[in-house]
Antibody, heavy 120, light 107 residues
Framework: QVTLRESGPALVKPTQTLTLTCTFS??????????VSWIRQPPGKALEWLAR???????YYSTSLKTRLTISRAPYPDQVVLIMTDVDPADTATYYC????????????WGQGTLVTVSS | DIQMTQSPSSLSASVGDTVTITCRAS??????LNWYRQKPGKAPELLIY???TLQSGVPSRFSGRGSGTDFTLTIRSLQPEDFATYYC?????????FGQGTKLDFK
């Protein structure tokens, strides 16, 4: 059974660094073709893809946010971490992690999301 | 980045109706196009991948077509759970992009 779960602070102050963790089970990120991505959704707005890490440790980032993002993996427990620097109120959103298996960007399993509010 | 434009932005229909949502890419993306349904307060669910392949477990009333720059999602015989927001997503480039969404609500 594939599951993903996001965790992180609910509230961060502007200019701070946000660290989000995706803890997953039911699959191995070491399996060829497997990926985990982060996607966010501001309240009432559309989905925005942020970053991806592949089975071979390849890393890809949103063009508009790449200078502020770092994605990495921790092998035990199975986790993927996203770090976003210098946050702004515009970064207020629900942050999701999702698995890509059939193809890197084809997200067949999602976490339930975690709402992060950026406010002083 | 490749821009994805969905139309319409919102759509009203009734249970049992058939509706079609369109997604246009700013450049050729072959068939690297997925469709998701998002119910209020929930994570998105994958419906269609590679433009026309139905994800396992998704009802056959959902179908997708298209290639290149123009794509459609058709939902036949709308069910109550289908009143939600739909997103297309291109995976042609290493930087994925989503459309702005189409909200389907009750007429």
């Amino acid at each position: 059974q594939v599951t993903l779960r996001e965790s992180g602070p609910a509230l961060v102050k502007p200019t701070q660094t946000l660290t989000l963790t995706c803890t997953f089970s039911g699959f191995s990120l070491s399996t060829s073709g497997m990926c985990v991505s982060w996607i966010r959704q501001p309240p009432g707005k559309a989905l925005e893809w942020l970053a991806r890490i592949r089975w071979d440790d390849g890393k890809y980032y949103s063009t508009s946010l790449k200078t502020r993002l770092t994605i990495s993996r921790a092998p035990y427990p199975d986790q993927v971490v996203l770090i976003m620097t210098d946050v702004d109120p515009a970064d207020t959103a629900t942050y999701y992690c999702a698995r890509g298996a059939a193809a890197p960007g084809t997200f067949d399993f999602w976490g339930q999301g975690t709402l992060v509010t950026v406010s002083s | 980045d490749i821009q994805m434009t969905q139309s319409p932005s919102s759509l009203s229909a009734s249970v049992g109706d058939t509706v079609t949502i369109t997604c246009r890419a700013s450049q050729n993306i072959n068939t690297y196009l997925n469709w998701y349904r998002q119910k209020p307060g929930k994570a998105p669910e994958l419906l269609i991948y590679a433009a026309s392949t139905l994800q396992s477990g998704v009802p056959s009333r959902f179908s997708g077509r298209g290639s290149g720059t123009d794509f459609t999602l058709t939902i036949r015989s709308l069910q109550p759970e289908d009143f939600a927001t739909y997103y297309c997503q291109q995976t042609y480039s290493t930087s994925d992009t989503f459309g702005q969404g189409t909200k389907l609500d009750f007429k």
